[in-house]
């Protein structure tokens, strides 16, 4: 049998028995792929980094399938934990909280606190109550890579180094989940992600802190990550000839992008993957509009031109 395979009762099944015991299951979410591990199991927590070539002290995101699955994972959860897990869950929001002893520090990044999200995808909820367990599960590409939003965008090394993947199609948000720490008062957005600050900022009836995090609190952020192999190049427009992303009609070499930030993210990882694929030197993406709404897709441009 293939190592790729498509949900059913039977991959379901054999996905929690295969997560129980250790192993590795690469996973869709609505966000990104991800690469699955019982978060309560250090040595199948340490493969995952293994597979990813991901430094030890960047903490994973823990994922459930249920809201009481939060009691076992955290010391404090407080009321606007609570009030944002309510509103955004299950969905691509990721709460940072204080962690309990039960969550293996590997998993952490040696950290006191934990970051845990409820997906919103069917087939990740189905594996995760498959396993019966929270899953630590980071994007499903090799550090600092684009994270993969189809099965065909998995690399080969992280292929060979997991032991299933279940194939849900195109992930439907493409970026990553928003991550958010609860614990600091002013709250900051550590990662703009799948939901944007005006809709936190709505739920929680005050504005968010517009300062960027110390890099203790937010050990991943990385100023270059989520990049082609190619060099990314922003630019004001795209010319003739040149290989990259457009907001006009396309010519060859080049892709047509929405102009709205929702279905902009949802395609840019697809799009940069094709375009990676014809290992161009370059890949030139025209800026997309400074609007807020654009924050997460501004954020890994940067990341990935850096
Ligand atoms: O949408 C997503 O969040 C995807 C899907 C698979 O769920 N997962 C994902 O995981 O993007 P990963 O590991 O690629 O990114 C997790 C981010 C990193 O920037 C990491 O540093 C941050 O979350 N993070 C995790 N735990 C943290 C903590 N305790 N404190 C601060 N940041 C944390
Ligand atoms: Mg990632």
Same mark, same amino acid.
């Not at 600050?197 to 100023?223: C, F, Q, V």
């Given at each position: ?21 250790? &192993? ?11 690469? *699955? ?5 250090? /040595? ?40 944002? *897990? ?23 990044? &040696? ?60 992930? %439907? ?11 600091? /008062?002013?709250?900051?957005?550590? +990662? ?5 600050? *005006? ?77 990676? +694929? ?23 441009? %940067?990341?990935?031109?850096?």
């Amino acid at each position: 049998m293939s190592k790729i395979v498509q949900a059913s009762d039977a991959t379901l099944k054999l996905a929690g028995t295969i997560l129980r015991s250790g &192993g590795l299951v690469v996973v869709p979410t609505e966000t990104v792929y991800g690469i *699955a591990a019982n978060a309560l199991d250090a /040595d199948a927590v340490a493969k995952i980094f293994a597979a990813k070539g991901r430094p030890a002290d960047n903490p994973l995101i823990v994922h459930i399938a249920a809201i009481d699955d939060v009691g076992p994972l955290t010391k404090h959860w407080n009321a606007t934990a609570a009030l944002l *897990a309510d509103r955004f869950w299950p969905g691509p929001l990721t709460l940072v909280v204080d962690k309990s002893d039960a969550v293996p520090s590997v998993v952490s990044g &040696g950290l006191e606190t934990v970051a845990i999200r409820m997906p919103e995808h069917p087939i990740a909820l189905e594996v995760i109550k498959s396993a019966g367990v929270p899953l630590a599960m980071p994007s499903a590409n090799r550090f600092m890579e684009l994270s993969p939003t189809r099965v065909e965008h998995l690399d080969a090394e992280v292929l060979e180094k997991v032991d299933l993947v279940i194939d849900g199609g195109p992930c %439907r948000v493409g970026v990553e989940s928003t991550v958010i720490d609860v614990v600091d /008062d002013p709250l900051r957005i550590l +990662r703009p992600g799948g939901v944007t600050r *005006a809709e936190i900022e709505a739920a929680l009836k005050r504005p968010l802190s517009s300062t960027p995090p110390n890099a203790r609190r937010s050990p991943g952020m990385y100023a270059r990550h989520y990049a082609p192999r190619a060099k990314l190049v922003l630019v004001d427009l795209l010319e003739p000839g040149m290989p990259g992303l457009t907001f006009d009609e396309a010519g060859p070499g080049q892709i047509r992008m929405p102009l709205e930030p929702r279905a902009y993210a949802a395609s840019l990882y697809h799009a940069l993957h094709q375009l990676d +694929r014809e290992n161009p030197e370059v890949i030139f993406v025209e800026i997309p509009p400074m609007d807020a709404d654009w924050e997460a897709v501004h954020d890994r441009l %940067r990341k990935a031109s850096a």
